[in-house]
């Protein structure tokens, strides 16, 4: 798909970019402790910098979902992110997957991420991703916690089969989550249905690991055969091939270190072959059609 095919009607996808730090990553959890990040070389900045840079010359809009670590340490880069006309979002404060957290730590840690956000912005915070995707059947009841303080719609379901997160029964279009506090706008990560399979196509390790035209082809097809807009994701240091290294797991060294070098060409070719705007703009632009509010998550809690 071209610019000029992408400009000809077709919906316009969510771009988004969950800001943390090469060491925050999940799989990291059980080789550096969190009283460890302080010490550890930070290269957030740069490669956050480095996106913005990049989404000023294809004049495109992101959301932004900050880790509340990184806002309380740089909260300048925050107030950089809104200043160029992104959209500030949370992605909680610690990183912590919210499986393994209680209710009372997990309502801590996206109540403290919200005011530090919204202090460094001066913007109020709607929306809100789970580290890992960590909302599963065994922790739905933090969709209850996000209402409770204040956020308007979440993007942590992603509706595959994944060993660490993922709900596949779940619906891949966005939905409202009637619940007695309010109405949650659930945005899930995109999938492609292949049979009875839904297949992921929206970023991260998907989109450097497999190739593009992986991401080219479930983009374009969730667009034109279902007439939806796509959720892209990607994170900072997924442009950044000199990060240090760090000991994992074959398999986890494998997920987050292939193909770093090829990201930001790969970014680039993205935002020439697709339209994309903030994840507000998707949900605003959604939202009329899910007033009545059907709850589609297949799941009691």
């Known amino acids: 798909m071209t610019v000029a095919a992408a400009a000809s009607g077709s919906p316009v996808n969510a771009m988004t970019i969950d800001v943390e730090d090469y ?14 990040w302080d010490s550890m070389e930070s290269r957030v900045c740069a490669n956050t910098d480095r996106l913005l840079q990049i989404f000023r010359e294809y004049q495109t809009r992101a959301t932004f979902f900050v880790l509340g670590w990184v806002a309380a340490r740089f909260p ?21 997957l919210i499986y393994d957290q209680t209710r009372a730590a997990f309502q801590d840690d996206v109540r403290r991420a919200k005011a530090v956000l919204e202090d460094a912005c001066g913007r109020p915070v709607r929306g809100y991703r789970a580290p890992s995707y960590s909302i599963t059947p065994r922790s ?14 979440d993007s942590s379901i992603f509706p595959i089969r994944h060993d660490r997160y993922g709900i596949p029964v779940s619906e891949r279009q966005p939905y409202a989550i009637d619940r007695p506090s309010g109405t949650l706008i659930e945005v899930p990560a995109s999938t492609t249905a292949v049979g009875p399979v839904n297949l992921p196509i929206g970023g991260g390790g998907y989109f450097r690991i497999l190739p593009y ?9 969730v667009n034109r055969q279902e007439g939806r807009p796509a959720v892209f994701y990607l ?18 060294r494998f ?19 697709f339209r994309f705007d903030t994840m507000d703009a998707l949900v605003r632009r959604t939202k009329g059609t899910l007033e009545n509010g059907t709850t589609r998550l297949p799941y009691c809690w």
């Open 76 to 96: 300048d880069l925050v107030l950089r992110i809104a200043n160029d006309g992104h959209e500030i979002a949370s992605h909680g404060f610690a990183h912590r």
């Open 235 to 252: 994170h900072p240091w997924e442009i950044d091939a000199a990060q240090p290294r760090l000991p994992a797991s074959r398999l986890s």
């Open 140 to 153: 739905l009841w933090a969709l209850d916690v996000l209402l409770e303080e204040g956020y308007q719609y």
């Open 23 to 36: 060491f925050h990553v999940s799989v990291f959890d059980g080789v550096l402790p969190r009283a460890r």
């Open 213 to 221: 035209r992986w991401t080219q082809w479930g983009i374009a097809r």
């Open 255 to 273: 997920r987050h270190y292939r193909n770093l070098r090829k990201t930001e060409a790969r970014l680039r070719r993205l935002l020439t072959d």
